[in-house]
């Protein structure tokens, strides 16, 4: 559940989000479906109450790039329809997923009316404001092997069933696949990990925590 509490610290509950969806549209998106591509002109949100959603978007060379991952309990395509622009990226299902769709008319009239909603999508994106810095200052300081023991263990809390390819974590941390294979054979070698095929299980979480940055 999106639950925000008063910045004083009390226990009082100042906004839901997911009580905006309650009433609105159901819908079950397969694997590799696309909600909303870059350039559109954004016409619903949606909560995900399952599955698992990427936001892409290809660098000039041609690049992809994993700018966030939403998991169940999060909304996609809020950022663009609140700042009232073309979605900056294109939001694709990595998984089968049931997700909640409101359109836009809804959505805003939802957040004039109750303004404990408002402040809570207010805190949502600056907490989602302040990973994305730390993200990025990750990508272009860190070595690739602090970006990709972060990268594991952000992934993994995400969504631990997702069977996450070398690929998808490249994409993740700004990085090549190539590098990414290599750097996962050290951390294995150091015990950190063990590898089987595409699963990557986390044998020393604490010796791997203690070389990475947290970024949610």
């Known amino acids: 559940m999106l639950e925000f509490w008063c910045m004083a610290g009390s226990k009082s509950s100042i906004g839901n989000l997911s009580e905006i969806f309650k009433t609105a549209q159901e819908v079950t998106l397969k694997k590799g479906e696309i909600l909303y591509r870059e350039g559109d002109d954004p016409e619903s949100v ?12 290809s660098s000039v060379k041609g690049q992809e790039h994993i700018l966030r991952i939403f998991h169940p309990g999060r909304t996609v395509g809020h950022r663009s329809m609140v700042a009232n ?21 809804d959505f805003l009239q939802k957040l004039e009316a109750d303004f404990s909603l408002s402040l809570a ?7 989602e404001l302040r990973r994305s810095e ?3 200052m990750m990508n272009t300081d860190a070595d690739v092997s602090t970006r990709v023991a ?11 069933e997702h069977l ?19 750097t996962l054979g ?10 089987e095929g595409r699963e990557i299980k986390i044998l020393d979480e604490k010796r791997l925590r203690a070389i990475t940055i947290d970024v949610e």
């Open 46 to 57: 949606y909560y995900l109450e399952s599955g698992l959603v990427a936001l892409l978007r």
């Open 85 to 105: 622009e073309p979605y900056h990226a294109t939001a694709k299902c990595l998984e089968t997923s049931l997700a909640k769709k409101l359109g836009k008319k």
């Open 121 to 127: 999508l207010m805190q949502l994106l600056s907490r």
């Open 164 to 182: 996450w390819t070398r690929s998808e974590i490249a994409n993740f941390i700004a990085s090549r696949t190539p590098t990414v294979i290599k």
């Open 150 to 160: 972060s990268s594991l263990l952000t992934l993994k809390k995400l969504y631990p």
């Open 186 to 195: 050290e951390l294995e070698k150091q015990g950190l990990i063990s590898q």
């Open 134 to 136: 730390i993200r990025r």
